[in-house]
C-alpha cells in the first residue's frame, strides 16, 4: 500500500539512526545477496517514483516523489539531511537511515530466495498475489514489472534494483544548499541560512568537523568503521580475554530447568539460546532467532521455520510456518506456503491456514482477515467462527469505522462517509486527522479548520497550525505561535517562536493516594531560542532557559528533556533539573522512570530522580517489561561490541553476559565465571 509522504519514511526506512541492532545486518553488495539488500534502486508507480543509492562508505541518498511534493534525504556519516519536509512533517525519533528495498515485501523473495544472480534469463511471476516478470540486465542488475491484484486496488510497481558494488560517496562539491540539518533541536537549521551559511556537502562537513573534539572525531571514525564491518557480514571481532583469565562456574547439580526464568540471548554469532539468571545455559544456542517466553511458551526460528519450545527445550510446535506472531488470547497467527491462519498454543489449527494474506493478531477476542484472492474482509472471533462486522467493532472498537474522514483524490482531499462516497469534494493540500471534532487543513500554505460536514469553523488564516490537544490547537500569526480554542479565539496570544502542544499531566492526588485528584495542561515554547514550560494561561512555570525542551512520554509524569550547552539532561515541569545535561542524546520514551542516554555514540541509562543507573558504556541498550517477574519494573537487554550481550536489573547489576576466548564465544554469570562451554579449556589448549 502507497502511503503518503509524511508516512513513508517510517515505513521504507528499516534501522534506526546511529542505533544498529546486530538483527539488522545485511549482507555485502555481491552477487550472492537476496533481495532485501540491493545498493541502489529506483521505483515508480502511479502515485509514486523513488530511487534510493547505498554508496560504499555507509552513507545513502533517498528521493522519493508523490504528487508534487519531492523528498530528498542524506544519510550521511554523522548528519541527515532532509529537504521537501516541512518541519511538523519531521520527527526525529522516527527518522530511519537504512532504508531497504521499495517494494511490497516478499513478492519477489517468494518467487527466487536465491537472489538476483539466479536469474539467466526473461522469468515470468505467477504468484498469487502479484502477476510479470523479472528481466537480467547485466551480472547482479536486474528490472522488475508487476502488478498487484486486489479487488478494490491493482498497484503497478516498475523499476531496476542494482546489486553490483557500491558507488563512491557524494563528491564534496555536491550543493546542499536549502537541505535541514535534523537533530533534536527544532526548527531545524537550514544550509544556506545565517546559522549555517555554506552551500556544498564538502563546506558542511569542515563546518561540522570543526566545532567537534579530536576524541569525537576518533569515537566518529571508529563507529563507522563498526559499521562497516556490519554492514559487510563479517565476524571482526577478536578475543577479549586470555586463556589464563579463564575461571570456570562451579559445575551446576541441580537441574536447571527447574524454577528457573529464561531469557533469550544471542551466545555465538550468530545463534541464539536460553539462559537463566544464574547465567547458566539451559537451552542450547540452536536457534536463529528466540524469543521472550510467554509463560511456559517461546517463539523460536530455526533454519527459517518457526515453531514453539517449552521451558525444556522441547518443541511443542515443530518449526514449519514461514512467519509466526506472538500468542494473542491463546491464538497466534502463522503462514505457511504463502497462506496463513491461526493456532493455538497446542499447535491445533483454530482458522484454515488458507488464502488469507494479513498477518494479524487477536484483540479482545476477535481479529480480521483478508481474502488473498478477492481482498474482502472477514472477522472472526476465537474459536474460529466468522462474525459480522459490527459485532468485530464492537469488541476491537474500530478506528476506521470513525467517520466522516479524510481520502485523497487526485491530489487533493476530501471527507468521506462510511461508504467512502465523498460529503466533502477534494480540494485541499491536506487534510489532518480529526481531533476534538474540528479538521485541521492546508490549502495554499494556509491553514484553518472545518467542521465534520465540510464547513469552515476557523477560516484559512494562519501561516502554520497543530491539530487540536487538550481543547487547544497551536497556530502561527505574523511570524509567532499561540493557542487557539475551538471557536477560534485566542486563549494565547500568538508570542512564541515555537511551541509544542499541550499534554495534561497530574499535579496531585487524592487523600487515598489512589488516583489523580487534579491535572494541568502544559506545554513546551520557546522565545528568543530559549525553551520553556507554559500552562494553559501562557505563563511560563518553567522559565525560558534552555536551548531546546521536549515533553517526555508519558506525559503523565510531567518530565521534559532539556538541552544546555548542547547537551541533554532532564528537568521536571516547574524546571528543576533532575538530570544534569550532560548527554548528547535523551530517550524521550520514560520507562518506569527510566531513561535511555548516550555519549559518544554509548548508552546508559539514568532514572528521572537524577542517578545514573547504568554508564553511558554499551552500543545499545533496550528496556523491556520483566517477563520473568511482572511486579519488577523492567529488565535491561545490553548490547556492546561483539560478542557482549547480556542482561541486567534496574540497579545495573550483570547477570549474565557473553564474551570471546581462544576464538570462541563463551558465557559469563555475574561474577565474571563462565558457564558455557564446560570444555573451554580443553578448546584453547586445542588451538594452541
Known amino acids: 500500500m502507497i502511503m503518503k509522504i509524511r508516512k513513508m519514511l517510517l515505513c521504507f526506512l528499516a534501522v534506526q539512526i546511529l542505533v544498529i541492532t546486530f538483527s539488522a545486518i545485511s549482507h555485502a553488495a555481491t552477487c ?4 532485501r539488500s540491493p545498493s541502489s534502486q529506483t521505483m515508480e508507480t502511479e502515485i509514486m517514483t523513488a530511487s534510493m543509492t547505498d554508496y560504499a562508505d555507509i552513507e545513502r541518498y533517498l528521493t522519493v516523489k508523490q504528487g508534487w511534493k519531492t523528498t530528498h534525504v542524506y544519510f550521511l556519516q554523522g548528519v541527515l539531511l532532509v529537504k521537501g519536509l516541512d518541519d511538523d512533517e519531521i520527527n526525529y525519533d522516527n527518522i530511519f537511515w537504512y ?6 515485501s516478499g513478492v519477489l523473495s517468494k518467487a527466487f530466495p536465491q537472489g538476483p544472480c539466479s536469474i539467466t534469463q526473461k522469468t515470468p511471476i505467477a504468484l498469487t498475489e502479484a502477476e510479470g516478470e523479472v528481466v537480467p540486465e547485466s551480472q547482479g542488475v536486474i528490472a522488475y514489472d508487476y502488478t498487484l491484484k486486489g479487488k478494490q486496488n491493482v498497484k503497478h510497481f516498475k523499476g531496476v534494483m542494482k546489486f553490483t558494488p557500491k558507488e563512491a560517496a557524494p563528491s564534496d562539491d555536491t550543493v546542499v544548499k536549502g537541505f535541514k540539518i535534523v537533530n533534536r533541536t527544532k526548527p531545524y537549521t537550514v544550509i544556506g541560512s545565517k546559522d549555517m551559511p555554506v552551500t556544498t556537502l564538502g563546506e558542511l562537513r569542515h563546518a561540522l568537523d570543526a566545532k567537534k573534539t579530536p576524541k569525537e572525531r576518533e569515537k566518529q571514525a571508529q563507529r563507522y568503521q563498526e559499521l562497516s564491518d556490519i554492514f559487510a557480514g563479517k565476524d571482526t ?34 545463534n541464539w539460546g536460553y539462559v537463566n539468571k544464574a547465567g547458566q545455559v539451559v537451552i542450547a544456542p540452536i536457534f536463529d532467532i528466540a524469543e ?45 506456503n504463502g497462506k496463513t491462519g491461526f493456532i493455538n498454543e497446542s499447535g491445533k489449527i483454530i482458522v484454515p491456514i488458507e488464502n488469507y494474506n494479513l498477518m494479524s493478531e487477536f484483540k479482545n477476542g476477535v481479529a480480521i482477515i483478508l481474502k488473498e484472492r478477492n481482498g474482502d474482509r472477514f472477522f472472526i472471533d476465537k474459536n474460529g467462527n466468522y462474525i459480522t462486522e459490527d459485532q468485530f467493532c ?27 462516497e465523498f460529503i466533502l469534494q477534494p480540494q485541499y493540500d491536506h487534510i489532518y486527522k480529526e481531533k476534538d471534532g474540528l479538521f485541521l487543513v492546508k490549502k495554499e500554505e494556509r491553514y484553518g479548520f472545518i467542521d465534520k460536514k465540510g464547513n469552515f469553523v476557523i477560516d484559512l488564516q494562519f501561516e502554520d497550525a497543530h491539530s487540536f490537544n487538550e481543547g487547544l490547537a497551536a497556530v502561527k500569526q505574523n511570524g509567532k505561535y499561540g493557542f487557539i480554542d475551538t471557536a477560534g479565539r485566542f486563549a494565547i496570544k500568538p508570542q512564541f517562536d515555537y511551541i509544542h502542544s499541550f499534554q495534561n ?12 485528584s487534579f491535572v494541568d495542561g502544559i506545554a513546551v515554547a520557546a522565545v528568543n531560542k530559549k525553551y520553556g514550560v507554559i500552562n494553559k494561561t501562557g505563563r511560563y512555570i518553567a522559565e525560558p532557559q534552555f536551548e531546546s525542551a521536549y515533553l517526555c512520554r508519558p506525559a503523565s509524569l510531567g518530565i521534559v528533556e532539556i538541552a544546555k550547552n548542547g547537551k541533554w539532561g532532564l528537568a521536571d515541569r516547574t524546571g528543576k533539573i533532575l538530570v544534569e545535561p550532560q548527554f548528547d542524546d535523551i530517550d524521550t520514551d520514560l520507562f518506569h522512570e527510566y531513561a535511555i542516554v548516550s555519549k559518544f555514540y554509548k548508552k546508559g541509562v539514568v532514572h528521572i530522580g537524577g542517578k545514573i543507573i547504568i554508564p553511558t558504556q554499551y552500543r545499545n541498550i533496550v528496556i523491556y517489561p520483566n517477563f520473568a517477574h511482572q511486579d519488577a519494573p523492567s529488565l535491561l537487554r545490553i548490547d556492546n561490541e561483539l560478542p557482549h550481550m547480556g542482561y541486567m536489573d534496574t540497579s545495573g547489576t550483570v547477570f549474565v553476559m557473553t564474551d570471546k576466548v581462544c576464538g570462541q564465544y563463551v558465557v559469563k554469570n555475574g561474577k565474571g565465571e563462565i558457564t558455557w562451554p564446560r570444555n573451554i579449556k580443553e578448546l584453547c589448549e586445542q588451538k594452541n
Open 32 to 35: 550472492s545477496n537476496n533481495w
Open 99 to 104: 532504508p531497504m528495498m521499495f517494494m511490497q
Open 237 to 270: 571481532t577478536k578475543d577479549t580475554m586470555k586463556p589464563e583469565d579463564i575461571i570456570m562456574a562451579p559445575q551446576q547439580t541441580t537441574d536447571l530447568k527447574d524454577g528457573n526464568e529464561l531469557y533469550p540471548l544471542r551466545i555465538t554469532y550468530k
Open 292 to 336: 521472550f517466553f510467554q509463560g511456559r511458551l517461546a517463539r523460536v526460528r530455526i533454519d527459517r521455520k518457526w515453531g514453539v519450545i517449552d521451558k525444556t527445550g522441547r518443541f511443542v510446535i515443530a518449526p514449519q510456518y514461514e512467519e509466526m506472531g506472538p500468542f494473542r488470547d491463546g491464538l497466534a497467527c502463522v503462514q505457511k
Open 394 to 420: 464492537e469488541a476491537a472498537q474500530c478506528s476506521y469505522r470513525k467517520t466522516p474522514r479524510s481520502m485523497q483524490k487526485d491530489k487533493k482531499w476530501g471527507l468521506v462517509n462510511a461508504k467512502n
Open 505 to 516: 499531566v497530574p499535579v496531585g492526588i487524592d487523600n487515598n493516594r489512589e488516583r489523580v
